[in-house]
Nanobody, 127 residues
Framework: QVQLVESGGGLVQAGGSLRLSCAASGRTFSSYAMGWFRQAPGKEREFVAVIGRSGGKTSYADFVKGRFTISRDNAKNTLYLQMNSLKPEDTAVYYC????????????????????WGQGTQVTVSS
């Protein structure tokens, strides 16, 4: 069982930055691919970014490329999402998720690939 707790959300003006964190319990964090997803009101949950087990491979949704950076610190069991140049359309609840079973080089982008989810953290970008 893995428990994930997000933090770092808040209210920011357009063009600003936020850094989200996701603290994971357990001693096998380094064996999970980790992803960030988001869900805006009235919309389906969507993929944002994923990082492979070692941190050497990443993938991003087109709408965040060049603005968001995903990273992880396996020694601290923590996942990060640095969000720059935020836009009002980035407003959503952001969730981190853990995939414990994909192959070592995998960076899954489907929500169904993830077994464990955090409770989410709200990000609101004002115009």
């Amino acid at each position: 069982q893995v428990q994930l707790v997000e933090s770092g959300g808040g209210l920011v003006q357009a063009g600003g930055s936020l850094r989200l964190s996701c603290a994971a319990s357990g001693r096998t964090f380094s064996s999970y691919a980790m992803g960030w997803f988001r869900q805006a009101p009235g919309k389906e949950r969507e993929f944002v970014a994923v990082i492979g087990r070692s941190g050497g491979k990443t993938s991003y949704a087109d709408f965040v490329k060049g603005r968001f950076t995903i990273s992880r610190d396996n020694a601290k069991n923590t996942l990060y999402l640095q969000m720059n140049s935020l836009k009002p359309e980035d407003t959503a609840v952001y969730y981190c998720a853990a995939d414990p079973i994909s192959p070592i080089a995998a960076v899954p982008t489907r929500a169904g690939a993830y077994d464990y989810w955090g409770q989410g953290t709200q990000v609101t970008v004002s115009s």
